[in-house]
């Protein structure tokens, strides 16, 4: 069995199938060694400037790699210089094998490529992001999720593409309405007088209670920057402007999940029509009191189209997502299972059951923090840390536009896309440098290409956007692309992970070649290596025994059943019961059969053995025993071999170690390996 090339430690049993073994490995890349390394991770750490512990080759490999590697194996025990010595004999094993295998040209191997390119794609992703700037957004959610703010609200619409007329307008009137309010005018008459919101002339500007989520962004930032009583000044967003006021603040109310029973009132409805609404619906209301079924009733009598097949469930909601009569009925519901009194909103009346309440987090812990920032990342608020991003990259990435006319530019953009055939304009041409990065240029003919494929997959449908804004859109992309492709020289964590993966990988392919497979299939070299040293296998005392072990009591009760009767078709009576059941016959030593507990067993031939459960997966084992050997006895050849390729490997090991050691010379700095901390 293959041993961990840094612990030394068996960690897996070489059987027939270990070709098909070594393929399941590699398709699971995450951890194409957590099976085979119990300490891999530790071993590729980003190169620090610090004192050279020993050099490999000429190589050297410094003092911090060696702590970081060793203070992640060594429990919290205290160091010691054993410790550290014993430690770094298995280190220096393991670089040595790792220069052996890039000295083999491993790395170019079309497979461990193709694995490190699928593995670089599955987790660049998770790395393209400002940290920092995401840490802000989630911890900002998380301290705005604490209260709800009721809101008030002037709003005078923009209309799509407003001209510079058509916005001085909106911008004056939004301004008027702001001086009178100035003046200490009500609001709510201030927003009757002047805002083009069609609900106004119900709510008088009164919106109901938000929180975050409920706004866009840019204003959910307005709201939340006022105190209770004040009112915003007039602030623009694309449709419009906006005037808020706080009109107060509660503890958040959470989210909620609920089931309605609607019964709509069109707009424009009769006051008869209203009442016979009323009464109708205070007769199914009296019938869920007598305890009839909400969800039957649902079905048969609410006009929500959405809801009434669902037993008149509707999804999980929090403020500010529907009506605000609806909602401030709904959250005072003060026990699941409560149902309201019919409440009229402008749909009609609804009869509102509680299912489920859930209260905004009060604690930032890691669930928390984690479940907030999967909704900052859906959430187009998640464009502030993007931006970031690209501001960052256009810093470190050494982002450097050309010389050139803007101008030029655009006037060869447009001609190209008429289609005049000109190869280049003034003093452009396809090769011109637009601007480069620190390992790429890009050029103007990569520009006119994207705008092209943009057209052609948009039916020239540009969405309006000028050259310049295309441009930009184009640069931002080529930023992103080139930071995601150089993503190792920018980000060390990913660097690691990704060296990490591709020296697994090699030192997985170099020791299947040089030790698992030789060892496995060099039958002379096993059995001369067991001749010289059969007296280390022995078997304990031991017994010949069927080893059963089944999915649960009762299979096993009717396994043993039929056994007492007919042990020797045993292997008819596991094939009858499928999976349900499992068997391993052999010589096994007393210690390996299965018993409860600490029990003692006095095996004797014929006897089953108790029933011993097994809590990781609830199965039950018992044993059948067929012959006892209590006396220690010399194991042969192939009752050993599983143990012989262990040691076999390991001599293997050692041998290859000691060529590279010749081969690719050590020498350690004795001052700084005297000096690792205590």
């Not at 915003?232 to 694309?238: E, M, T, V």
């Not at 009752?639 to 090991?653: H, T």
Request: aromatic fraction near 12%; charged fraction near 25%.
């Amino acid at each position: 069995m293959p041993l961990n090339p840094i612990t030394r430690r068996p960690v897996r049993k070489i059987v027939p199938a270990a070709v098909q073994f070594r393929l399941s490995i590699l398709l699971s890349r995450m951890f194409v060694l957590s099976s085979l390394l119990l300490a891999l991770s530790f071993l590729f750490v980003a190169p620090v400037a610090a004192q050279t512990l020993f050099t490999c080759d000429g190589s050297p490999v410094g003092k911090e790699d060696f702590l970081k590697a060793y203070n992640k194996n060594n429990n919290n025990a205290r160091a010691t210089q054993a410790s550290y010595k014993d430690y770094l004999e298995l280190y220096i094993r393991y670089k040595l094998k790792v220069k052996a295998a890039y000295a083999m040209h491993l790395d170019t191997l079309p497979g461990q490529i193709t694995e490190l390119q699928n593995f670089r794609s599955q987790v660049t992703e998770t790395y393209m992001n400002d940290e920092a700037s995401m840490n802000r957004l989630v911890n900002e959610v998380f301290t705005r999720g604490q209260k709800d703010i009721r809101l008030a609200h002037i709003f005078i619409a923009l209309p799509p593409h407003a001209s510079p007329r058509d916005t001085a307008r909106a911008y004056e009137k939004a301004m008027e309405a702001y001086g009178v309010l100035k003046k200490r005018k009500g609001f709510g008459e201030t927003a009757l007088a002047y805002s083009e919101d069609p609900s106004v002339k119900v709510n008088r500007g009164d919106i109901g209670y938000i929180t975050v989520f409920t706004l866009p962004y840019e204003l959910e930032n307005e709201a939340y920057a006022l105190v209770p009583g004040q009112y915003s000044k007039p602030f623009r967003s694309r449709s419009g402007y906006h005037i808020f006021k706080d009109l107060g603040e509660r503890r958040s109310v959470g989210r909620m999940r609920a089931a309605q029973i609607l019964l709509s009132v069109p707009p424009g409805s009769s006051d008869a029509a209203r009442e016979t609404t009323l009464l109708r619906a205070d007769s199914i209301y009296n019938s869920l009191s007598k305890g009839a079924d909400f969800g039957q009733l649902a079905k048969s009598y609410s006009s929500d189209n959405l809801s009434y097949q669902s037993g008149g469930e509707i999804p999980e909601f929090g403020v500010g997502k529907y009506d605000s009569v609806f909602e401030t009925t709904a959250f005072s519901l003060a026990r699941d299972g409560e149902t309201s009194r019919p409440v009229l909103s402008s749909f009609g009346y609804h009869i509102i059951r509680r299912l489920g309440r859930k209260p905004f987090p009060r604690e930032f812990g890691k669930e928390t923090a984690a479940q907030l920032k999967q909704q900052v990342q859906a959430d187009p608020r998640a464009e502030v840390s993007r931006q970031a991003l690209l501001a960052r990259i256009y810093k470190q990435a050494g982002f450097t536009p050309s010389l050139y006319s803007v101008t030029d530019l655009w006037a060869f953009t447009d001609s190209v896309a008429l289609n005049r055939g000109l190869a280049s304009f003034h003093n452009l041409e396809y090769n011109t440098v637009l601007f480069s990065f620190t390992k790429r240029q890009y050029h103007v003919k990569e520009w006119l290409d994207y705008l092209q494929a943009l057209r052609s997959s948009r039916g020239n449908n540009l969405g309006g956007k000028t050259d310049p804004e295309l441009f930009e859109q184009y640069t931002n992309m080529v930023a992103l692309d080139y930071y995601r492709n150089h993503l190792e020289d920018f980000n060390k964590e990913f660097a690691f992970q990704l060296s990490e993966f591709k020296e697994g990988n090699l030192l997985f392919e170099i020791m299947q070649r040089k030790v698992w497979d030789k060892a496995s299939t060099d039958n002379t070299g096993l059995r001369n290596y067991y001749d010289a040293h059969k007296d280390k296998y022995w078997w304990d005392a031991s017994a010949d025994a069927v080893l059963f072990t089944c999915n649960n009591e009762k299979t096993a009760a009717g396994l043993k059943d039929h056994l007492s009767g007919d042990a020797a078709n045993w292997k008819k009576w596991v094939d009858s019961a499928g999976s349900a059941v499992q068997a391993d016959s052999g010589r096994f030593e007393l210690a390996q059969i299965p018993s409860p507990g600490k029990a003692k067993i006095d095996f004797t031939p014929g006897m089953f053995t108790p029933f011993t459960g097994n809590p990781a997966d609830n199965t039950i084992s018992f044993a059948y025993i067929l012959t006892i050997y209590k006396d220690r006895s010399l194991r042969n050849y192939r009752d050993a071999r599983g143990f012989v390729i262990n040691d076999y490997q390991v001599y293997l090991e050692d041998q290859w170690v000691a060529e590279l050691k010749k081969q690719y010379p050590v020498k350690v700095d004795e001052a700084v390996f005297a000096a690792l901390p205590k």
